[in-house]
């Protein structure tokens, strides 16, 4: 797969190898009807529904029908060599894409692309200047990829199918996606592009979570990079990285959270630069610091030149406003910390003099490249600028008394947005040479490290990001963030071969980097939707630092969250949401669906406890700039929001059934009901997560929550729902709640106008919604069709209704319950005579379904039963809610 990058590290290791199993040549035909000529059985395959497309069920079928080897060498033949043939045309030579290697079972033959990357420069170039077969052109090639794609997409081949071959397959449709997008200069991909961009979800994650673990990767950062990665070149690049670390052990990390960095303070040791060092420390006194910041001012700290470690000296400097200063952004792990005083052994404060001056002169090396100035003229303005000088948390954030500690804190978010410079030193990082890896390894390590991990290091390096001020130490040298944006800037519009990973480097980078935009005001605050999406799969090792750090980004004053009302540092989360509506920000009324532990506090039930929460259900929720989609928080009675909304309500069961639900039909699961709308259309409801990972809100079920709850309701944010089946996105988010009696509302009264009526409801469970298949739909229209006509004419209803109603006055207890259970049997009996009937068989096979007589039983079952739920009486998104 030489199509894909790897990193300059990974040189020399065995890289993995395709085999070459096709069984015949490409003919040099037509790649759209390639099935039906080289395999008579199947038709001309052709992609329906949303965008990309899929295979008719049919066509899928058929084609999962065949065996390993059969599938392979049609594939290979067909997507692999066929593919090429069809978009490159001459540009290629066929026996270039096959060379034979040696295996532990000899010689054998393998696919090779180490020819596709100048071949595609070519044709882009040609294509770009007119000169390509005119037959080539953007429509035809994104519809041949679509094929391409959907042939990928067929779930039954996850068994049957070479992992690395459906690789070597979806990396090449991704390949000439990309370099289709450059050579017709599609440049806005959300709105233009044609071709699939969801390659990377062809491969199943197993596959690479596999081959990262075994390279030492974290499994944290595994469901991370699984979870936001776009490219199948990035994820190619990753798995080929070797992340393994002697020093910090992953085994106690799980998919939530890392805890190889998370620091214990109780046992906490200040490292010296090497083993065999005993250097002592150097201390700064509190009392010298607290005065300090009493003044508004900074602790900056210079460390004199020496001779000797035993001759270094350090001064406390007052900060100015003219003052030059490098902040450090560290990782506590790596032994830089200090949590019983503000102290740092010699060697560390000689170490850290020598990375500063290489910064300052680094930095000025840049700005003169930047300026084009002469060099002479740099250096004399080099002389006449102030010295810098340094900050460290270690020995400028007072350790003891705490107010002295709050004020710094304070002072934390000016602190890094007036340094000069801002250093990242993280031990994982600083074993790198930049000489001998090239940037785009550099890049993923830094985005890939410790430093990104950690909660507080998302502030130290957002806010010097948005002016440049942001360095990384590697083992010789410092590279600045502006390098690594400019090199994945330039490759992702000019690199085919690497245009998948620098987009996710950008993306990555993003993450952080974007967080703020450029502001002359005193205090600019990030967007809160950013700030959610930058915490994902960090973490912290005291949590109640996470509300002052939130503030922080949100260029909240941090005062108040610090000290503050009750100063209990548990309360400080209550204390953020309580002041950011009296900011410029708004409560995005999606946090509600947000899955994580809640407040306690009346009138805060509704408010996530912590953001730091990372599962599936809570990824792509962010914040609005439109005022319909903000929540408006009150006094006492919880967030006031406008959203979309329905009645929810059990079906009732069949006339003369018994009152006691009975649990006849498998359909009806703890977690999982079938819904039914007023137009006769069905959906899955479910649980958004398990039990054992969501017990937040509750921890019964669903079919509990529906069974007991009173004057339920379903509200959700989604505009377009109900979706219609076989829609692009078909999952929709919900909250169940319960809306409280109307105070003083009594029978008969007037109803309050909808548009100013105020539902005060309690959040009972998060859910998702799911439209059936066309297909599907069907099938339920039958079973709906029959149960009511078994409704209306089954004699065994009949006779439990009337023993039910105890119209059997003769009758004892005991020959009642006999009668019951009789009249049960008859009643399966009735359903089973619907379900095997042929009009049932040919409703149901016309559909395009497989006939399922236990399934249509079971169906016909639930229906009879009421084991299902109605959605009624839905509202607008003017609705108005009160969740707490």
């Known amino acids: 797969m030489d199509h894909l990058p790897y990193p300059g590290s990974a040189n020399g290791r065995k890289k993995t190898v395709v085999p070459y199993v096709c069984q015949e040549d490409y003919d040099g035909g037509d790649f759209m009807t390639y099935p039906s000529r080289r395999r008579g059985s199947l038709p001309n395959l052709h992609t329906v529904g949303p965008f990309p497309g899929q295979l008719l069920d049919s066509h899928q079928m058929q084609l999962a029908s065949l065996s390993k080897q059969e599938i392979g060498s049609f594939y290979q033949t067909w997507l692999f060599f066929g593919l090429i043939h069809e978009i490159l045309g001459s540009f290629y030579v066929p026996e270039d894409l096959i060379y034979t290697c040696e295996d532990q079972h000899g010689h054998t033959k393998a696919v090779s692309t180490s020819m596709l990357a100048p071949a595609l420069d070519e044709w882009v170039a040609r294509v770009q200047a007119g000169r390509v077969d005119p037959s080539v052109t953007y429509a035809h090639v994104a519809q041949c990829l679509c094929l391409t794609h959907a042939a990928l997409s067929i779930q039954a081949f996850r068994s049957h199918f070479d992992p690395n071959i459906k690789l070597s397959l979806a990396s090449l449709g991704q390949t000439f996606t990309y370099a289709a997008n450059k050579a017709f200069n599609i440049t806005d991909i959300v709105k233009n592009n044609k071709c699939p961009s969801t390659w990377r979800r062809l491969i199943d994650d197993d596959y690479w979570n596999g081959r990262l673990l075994a390279h030492g990767w974290c499994v944290t950062e595994v469901k991370l990079i699984l979870d936001t990665t776009l490219s199948l070149q990035t994820l190619h690049f990753l798995a080929c990285l070797d992340k393994t670390n002697s020093e910090h052990s992953h085994q106690g990390c799980d998919t939530r959270q890392c805890t190889a960095y998370q620091n214990d303070l109780e046992g906490y040791q200040t490292r010296h630069i090497s083993k065999e060092c005993d250097c002592e420390e150097l201390s700064i006194d509190a009392e010298a610091l607290y005065d300090i910041l009493k003044t508004k001012a900074l602790p900056l700290i210079r460390v004199r030149p020496s001779q000797t470690l035993g001759e270094l000296s350090i001064d406390l400097v007052a900060s100015q406003p003219t003052s030059r200063y490098v902040a450090l952004s560290h990782v506590w792990a790596d032994g830089l910390g200090n949590p019983d005083a503000n102290a740092l052994p010699r060697c560390q404060l000689s170490n850290l003099r020598k990375l500063v001056q290489e ?27 102030e010295e810098l000088l340094l900050w460290c948390d270690t020995l400028c954030c007072p350790v003891q008394p705490k107010k002295a500690k709050h004020l710094a804190l304070e002072y934390m978010y ?157 309360l400080r989360i209550n204390r953020l949401w309580r002041m950011i509506p009296s900011t410029r920000h708004r409560i995005p009324s999606n946090l509600l669906f947000r899955i994580g532990p809640r407040l306690a506090e009346p009138g805060l039930k509704w408010a996530p406890a912590t953001l730091l929460i990372d599962n599936d259900a809570n990824i792509g929720i962010q914040s609005s700039e439109s005022e319909n989609e903000q929540g408006i928080l009150t006094a006492s009675d919880g967030l006031l929001v406008r959203l979309h909304g329905f009645r929810l309500s059990l079906a009732s069961r069949a006339k003369g059934l018994p009152s006691r639900r009975k649990g006849t039909s498998q359909l009806m699961k703890p977690n999982t009901l079938f819904m039914k709308d007023d137009s006769g259309s069905w959906y899955l409801m479910r649980r958004n997560l398990p039990v054992e990972q969501d017990r937040f809100l509750t921890d019964k079920t669903l079919a509990e929550i529906v069974e007991e709850g009173r004057n339920l309701w379903v509200i959700y944010p989604d505009s377009q729902f109900p979706r219609p089946p076989g829609s692009k996105a078909q999952v929709s988010v919900g909250l169940i709640v319960e809306v409280e009696p109307e105070e003083g509302a009594e029978a008969g009264a007037e109803a309050e106008d909808e548009e100013t009526a105020v539902k005060k409801t309690h959040a009972k469970l998060h859910i998702n919604i799911v439209p059936l298949k066309t297909s599907t739909q069907a099938w339920f229209a039958v079973a709906a069709a029959f149960s009511a006509q078994l409704a209306s004419d089954s004699v065994a209803l009949r006779n439990l209704a009337a023993i039910e109603n105890g119209l059997d006055e003769h009758s004892s207890l005991s020959s009642s319950f006999l009668s019951q259970t009789t009249a049960l049997e008859e009643l399966a009996s009735e359903i089973h005579q619907m379900a095997t009937n042929e009009e049932a068989k040919e409703a149901i096979e016309a559909a395009g379904n497989q006939f399922d007589i236990l399934l249509t039983e079971d169906l016909i079952t639930m229906m009879i039963w009421g084991h299902y739920v109605c959605m009624r009486e839905t509202v607008p998104r003017t609705q108005r809610w009160c969740v707490d």
């Open 414 to 570: 000016r602190t890094y947005r007036n340094a000069t410079h801002v250093l990242v030193l993280d031990a994982s990082l600083m074993q790198y040479n930049v000489e001998s890896l090239d940037i785009d390894e550099v890049s993923m390590r830094i985005l890939t490290s410790p430093w990104m991990r950690r909660l507080w290091t998302l502030q130290e390096g957002a806010l010097p990001a948005v002016t440049n001020r942001l360095w990384f130490q590697l083992t010789h040298t410092a590279l600045n963030l502006r390098e690594f944006r400019m090199n994945a800037h330039e490759k992702y519009f000019s690199s085919i071969s690497r245009s998948g990973l620098a987009g996710d480097i950008l993306k990555r980078m993003g993450s952080f980097a974007n967080i703020f935009v450029k502001d002359n005001s005193e205090r600019p605050g990030a967007d809160l939707g950013k700030v959610i999406e930058a915490l994902h799969h960090r973490s912290v090792s005291v949590p109640s630092d996470e509300p002052l750090l939130i503030g922080n980004l949100l260029g909240i004053d941090s005062a108040p969250i610090l000290n503050g009302g009750d100063a209990a540092d548990a």
């Open 359 to 385: 910064l300052d002169i680094a930095a000025h090396s840049r700005d003169t490249r930047d300026h084009r100035a002469k060099v002479k003229d740099a250096e004399e303005e080099h002389e006449e600028e």
